[in-house]
Every structure is written in C-alpha cells, then in structure tokens.
C-alpha cells in the first residue's frame, strides 16, 4: 500500500486503509508473544515481505505502461533471473547433491514427474499473479496469499501437532482474519450497474414514411 501511494500514486480508500492495518496488527499480536520467536526468521521474512511488495508495484507500473504485456513480463523476468540462479547454483553445494542423488540411482520416473510437474506448478503460479495484478492491483495481490495462509493456519491448528498455544497467538490471527474478510468485502463488493434510462422507440417502414417530408 504504501509502495502504490509513492510509485503509482494509488490512494486506497479508509476502509481499505484500516483491513489492511487490522492484518498487520494481528501479524504483530500473534508474534508478539511466540514461544518459538527467531529474530533471524523474522528478520528474512519481513525483507521478503518488503521485496514482495516492491515486486507487486513495477509489475503493475511495467503492465499499465503496456510496452511488453503479461508474456514478456513472464519471460524477461525469467530470463533475467536466470544468471543469478546459475551463480548461486555453482556457489552453494545444492550442485553437488544433485548430482548424488543422480548417481545413486534416485532420479525415478516419479521424481522426474514430480519435478516437471513442479516446474508447470511455478509457471502457472507466476501467471497467476501477473494476470491478478493486472485486473486488480498489486495490493490485492500481495493480500490474497496471506488471506489463503490464515486459513491454513486455521487447519493447521487442528490437523498438526506441532503448533503452540497461545492466547496472544490465536487473537492475533483472529484479528488478522477479520481484516482479510474486510478487504476481500470491501475490495471485491458488486455495485449494481446503474438503470438505463434510455427508451427505444421502433418505427416501423409506414410510419417511416409518414414521417418524411411529402
């Protein structure tokens, strides 16, 4: 939001304003008090967040400029992206697994299914919210994979063991769901179009006539 005031000159309205705020401030009461606090996590999560949101932005700048469209945004962000990945690849020891697990015999059918299948996965999550941005705007985007997290933490809760009580924890995500639902209503509310006013009036071929100059 703040990103879409100073890049696009975006300015949400106060209802927008304040689910947006009821979100973060859940966020921070639900962190507040957590037993399995990282300062470090914390601290990775928070520069995603901020690199999450500028992302959001000059998608929806380079898509309204409408010089390369939904695809060659696709591609000219893969392929820019592909240099730094091939560096981090030969720097790091994820090369040097790989190519164990190779050589034990691991890489099945299955496996090279699951990974094609992954890789479709992540193209068609990439497109997903391109086009989001593109009908909408970087901060609906931004807002709906965390409104989708809420609710699986929600099952979360019930269906794995190791989450910890408490009663900071789970007011701040009740909080936090409120402020989804409020900015899913008020971002997503149907306005009824207005009545057209405007009478249709069918003359048929003799009063056509009739109404012509003799």
Known sequence: MVFEFFILRVQPPFAVKVSVFLM???SFVAALYDLSFDGYGYTLIMINNVFTAANGVFV????????????G???????????????????SDDTE??????AEGNMTSSVTLCFILSCICGFILNYSLVTCTNYN????TTCVGPIKNLFVTYAGMFSSGDYIFSWANFLGVNISVLGSILYTYVTFRTKSPPLDKTRLITVTPVEKRSLLPS
């Not at 697994?97 to 190779?102: A, G, L, M, P, Q």
């Not at 705007?137 to 609906?140: E, G, I, K, R, V």
């Open 24 to 26: 973060i401030f859940g």
């Open 60 to 71: 929806k700048k380079t898509l309204q400029a409408k010089e390369l469209g939904k695809w």
């Open 73 to 91: 945004l696709l591609y000219y962000n893969s392929l820019f992206m592909l240099p730094p990945l091939l560096l981090i690849c030969a720097f």
């Open 97 to 102: 697994k790989v190519r164990e697990f190779v």
């Open 137 to 140: 705007s970087a901060l609906t």
